[in-house]
């Protein structure tokens, strides 16, 4: 069994004062219902637990109702850090889960293959991520105005989501986080942590995260375009 969790108790802060970027629309469909849906299109998927702020679960539960949503899923409430909130989601799970992909939220282009290909890998090693390798020429500074040095990119992933894993595994990185009181920025750092290998995924398909405002039209550019064989 195959369970999405999807991060949704963010605070979008930088999206201005107020905002919940997850309900802004994109071609008329509020960004978080994009994302469900392609967990809810994937035929891999099983269940979907949308981990959200305790104050937003009617909101949530409401969108369910609207799109008519009809894979099972439960609402759970976030943590003070997305390690957190991820804990939480892991321990909602129902009991024959071998399986979770874990998803931001505010990625609504993440296609159903790009789900099913890091199901397949961490299937095969335990631990997979959906990643692009990096393009750009990448500067090191750290003060933000003076370049101390340049990266070799031939050797750098930016690394996004789906990030999937066995169960067990996923537990047992995110346990060893809580006991020794550390912060991730996402899963995989968990894992390298105990020592388990996570095995890139390459995106052949745009995947971008939803952050500022203008990142609006480029996602609605993006979800218009067919998609790529």
Not at 11 to 37: E, Y
Request: hydrophobic share 45%; proline share 6%; with cysteine.
């Amino acid at each position: 069994m195959v369970s999405a969790i999807i991060v949704a108790a963010g605070q979008s802060s930088r999206m201005g004062a107020g905002v919940d970027k997850l309900f802004l629309k994109l071609n008329g469909c509020p960004i978080v219902a994009h994302t469900w849906r392609q967990f809810e299109l994937a035929e891999c998927i099983d269940e979907i637990v949308l981990v959200v702020r305790e104050t937003m679960r009617p909101a949530f539960a409401a969108l369910g109702e609207e799109y008519r949503f009809h894979k099972p899923f439960r609402l759970v409430s976030g943590g003070k850090e997305r390690q957190d909130s991820v804990w939480n989601g892991l321990q909602a799970l129902s009991p024959h889960v071998e399986i979770a992909a874990i998803q931001d939220a505010a990625r609504p282009c993440t296609s159903s293959a790009l789900i099913a290909a890091t199901i397949a890998a961490a299937r095969q090693t335990g631990a997979a991520v959906a990643a692009q390798a990096i393009t750009d020429t990448i500067k090191e500074s750290s003060d933000g105005k003076l370049i101390e040095r340049t990266l070799d990119r031939s050797r750098l992933w930016s690394v996004q989501t789906p990030q999937t894993f066995r169960v067990e595994i996923i537990r047992q990185a995110l346990a060893a986080v809580r006991r020794q009181g550390l912060l991730v920025t996402d899963d995989a750092a968990a894992c390298e942590l105990i020592g388990q290998p996570v095995q890139l995924v390459a995106c052949l398909q745009p995947n971008p995260k939803v952050t500022r405002p203008e990142d609006l039209p480029c996602l609605e550019a993006l979800l218009r375009a067919p998609a790529l064989p």
